[in-house]
């Protein structure tokens, strides 16, 4: 697993690194990067499928430019012991099978949580394969047991575990005092970092997300080509894709390129507090500093709803000439 990856003191002349969410795909570039032969093997068609697909793809082709080998849409049957090292049997779509070999297999598809043992049902905790069920105030189903981290299953990230552990300290405190003003835990503005070359950082609605739940909303792009401090900096590849209501109220936003877990997080609290683009746009951010780039997602909104409008392009043209007389 990840753990023991980071522990082996040789490093094998191949590798296949089976998964290719946040883990494998980190690892990926990292073996890539020291030599390695590399060969990733996803379930999906792309890397990052919980991801916009852009950046999936994104990082896709400079994992292959950088000499690795991707496998989608396959599925791991058995794996087997060699002569060579290692070898792993896939299922494609169509049924086939295929071996791909390498020294070392590195499995990467996550973790289910460990609960034997911990005689859960006496204590009427609930869970399931995913972990052990709480509530938004980090409370089991039995009161005054309370779950935090990995181990509820809710997001699996430092920072979600070391947020739920400062909910839950208060509400234990709180349990006993004042049980009826229990602190939640909000989810809205859940973010996550990738730390690839470029990162690959993630808050709140996909765009698909956002289709699914039935919600009008807009998509916002603007690519790290026209960011001045990218082109400088000669870091100029990457997107930034900022999802919207109508009225422009902040829903998700996704980034792919230099820098892009510290970018994120002026929008990770845009969504967080429901703030509008116009609060993004109407906030002064210097120049050329990589923090232009939410002023300069936010500024799409305008460009797609007034300029390029014609009904709103026809009035203002109306409302110039009337000014003018």
């Known amino acids: 697993d990840s753990r023991s990856a980071l522990q082996i003191e040789t490093l094998p002349r191949s ?3 089976l998964g290719g969410g946040p883990i494998g795909t980190e690892f990926a570039q990292m073996f890539q990067r020291m030599g390695v032969s590399v060969t990733v093997v996803e379930s999906n068609a792309c890397l990052l499928p919980r991801e916009e697909p852009e950046a999936g793809r994104f990082l896709l082709n400079i994992l292959l430019k950088e000499g ?3 496998l989608g849409e396959r ?5 087997a012991r060699t002569a060579a090292g290692k ?3 896939l299922q494609g779509k169509d049924g086939r099978e295929e071996t791909v070999e390498a020294e070392e297999i590195l499995v990467a598809t996550g973790r289910a949580p460990n609960v034997e043992g911990l005689e859960l049902e006496r204590a009427e905790v609930a869970f399931d394969r995913h ?3 709480v509530d938004n105030a980090m409370q ?3 009161r005054g047991v309370w779950a935090i981290g990995d181990c509820n299953g809710l997001y699996q ?4 575990a070391e947020h739920e552990a400062g909910v839950c300290v208060k509400n234990i405190i709180r349990s006993r005092l004042l049980p009826f ?3 939640r835990m909000h989810f809205r503005a859940v973010a996550w970092v990738t730390f690839t070359d470029p990162e690959v950082a993630h808050c709140g609605l996909t765009e698909a997300e956002a289709e699914e739940r039935g919600i009008q909303h807009l998509v916002l792009r603007y690519n790290f080509d026209h960011l001045d401090r990218a082109v400088i900096e000669n870091e100029p590849g990457g997107v930034a894709k900022v999802i919207t209501d109508r009225r422009g109220r902040l829903l998700g936003a996704h980034m792919v390129g230099a820098h892009a877990g510290d970018l994120l997080q002026e929008l990770v609290l845009g969504v967080r507090l429901g703030l509008k683009v116009m609060d993004i746009s109407q906030t002064v951010h210097p120049y050329p500093a990589f923090v232009q780039m939410a002023r300069r997602a936010a500024n799409v909104y305008y460009i797609q709803t007034v300029y390029e409008n014609p009904r709103r392009v026809a009035l203002l043209r109306w409302l110039g000439g009337f000014g003018r007389a």
């Open 75 to 79: 599925r791991a049957v058995r794996a």
């Open 181 to 183: 003003m229990l602190e």
């Open 15 to 17: 590798i296949i690194i």
């Open 157 to 160: 990230f430092t920072h979600m």
């Open 140 to 142: 089991t189903t039995r």
């Open 87 to 89: 070898a792993l049997v």
């Open 68 to 70: 690795a080998r991707f």
């Open 131 to 133: 972990g052990i069920t």
